[in-house]
């Protein structure tokens, strides 16, 4: 981060012959970034923290007032999908108030997302260059859309394909008798981790537009990705069952590809200043 903060502006180049002359516009305020202290850093982050917590508070007292509704939404149709006979249980007597409460802050983090990704790029907006700091409202937008769409997928595909077949194992002599704190541990892990990793687009988006990546380099070490993608799947899966991994590693697999047609159309194009000026 401080190599962030404290990269120099950039310097003119030679420009070919019928291109405006340089222009600083693209160069780092000054008195911005590049002249904060340590300890100003540090309270700049303090300041996003602080409104980030805000964020997560407001949201959390919005989806405990619509607790009710938001805990049938998820917890009816996992015990829908249960085997016959079995039932979701709890065996503290506080789980089941405590369950709602973290059913409510899940809700809440996921309603704080735009707050908390504006947060971030107020905090690290001071570090770009001005042609940079144009990308904040695709940066929120992007980041939101992507990261809603990875819970989505996990609340309607991901999660509920891995549940039956974790519950597919009941016997005569075995009844699958899931504890309430349990699932939802494993529900919202679920949920973050492909939230996450549907963020794979926003990032690529803005390193592409930074000329840091370009499509040929991420298409030329596609088999990389490849090998990197199924061992992030095996760590990030909460379960470790092979389907499980198969289904958050091929979205990766499509969400990489989409990222090469993203660094294609918005990459940075390098300057043809060699072959206009030696005309």
């Known amino acids: 981060m401080a190599s962030l903060f404290n990269r120099p502006a950039a310097p003119p180049r030679p420009l070919p012959r019928g291109e405006p002359p340089y222009d600083d516009s693209d160069e780092i305020d000054d008195g911005a970034a590049g002249k904060m202290s ?6 700049e982050l303090r300041k996003r923290l602080i409104g980030s917590a805000i964020a997560l508070g407001a949201g959390f007292l919005i989806a405990l007032a619509f607790i009710t509704p938001i805990f049938d939404f998820i917890m009816r149709p996992l015990y829908e999908k249960l085997p016959p006979d079995s039932h979701l249980i709890y065996t503290e007597p506080t789980e089941a108030f405590m369950l709602r409460l973290k059913i409510a802050a899940l809700v809440g983090a ?4 735009p707050v908390i990704m504006w947060q971030l790029w107020l905090f690290i907006s001071p570090g770009l260059y001005k042609h940079e700091k144009r990308f904040a409202v695709p940066f929120i937008l992007m980041s939101t859309v992507f990261f809603a769409g990875g819970a989505v997928f996990s609340h309607y595909v991901v999660f509920p394909w891995a549940w039956v077949f974790l519950a597919s194992f009941s016997t005569d002599y075995l009844l699958m008798m899931p504890k309430i704190s349990s699932v939802f541990s494993l529900y919202a892990k679920m949920i973050l981790a492909f939230g996450v990793i549907f963020e794979m687009p926003t990032v690529v988006f803005f390193l592409a537009r930074m000329g840091l990546v370009t499509a040929r380099f991420l298409a030329r070490h596609l088999k ?29 697999f499509g969400l990489y590809l989409l ?19 030696n005309a």
């Open 259 to 277: 990222s090469i047609g993203i660094a294609w159309v918005f990459g940075k194009r390098k300057p043809r200043d060699s072959q206009t000026g």
């Open 224 to 252: 990389y990705a490849v090998l990197i993608i199924f061992i992030a799947a095996a760590i990030l899966t909460p379960t470790g069952d092979v389907v499980t991994q198969s289904l958050m590693a091929g979205p990766m």
């Open 38 to 43: 340590f300890l100003e850093h540090l309270d």
């Open 110 to 113: 996921m309603l704080a997302v």
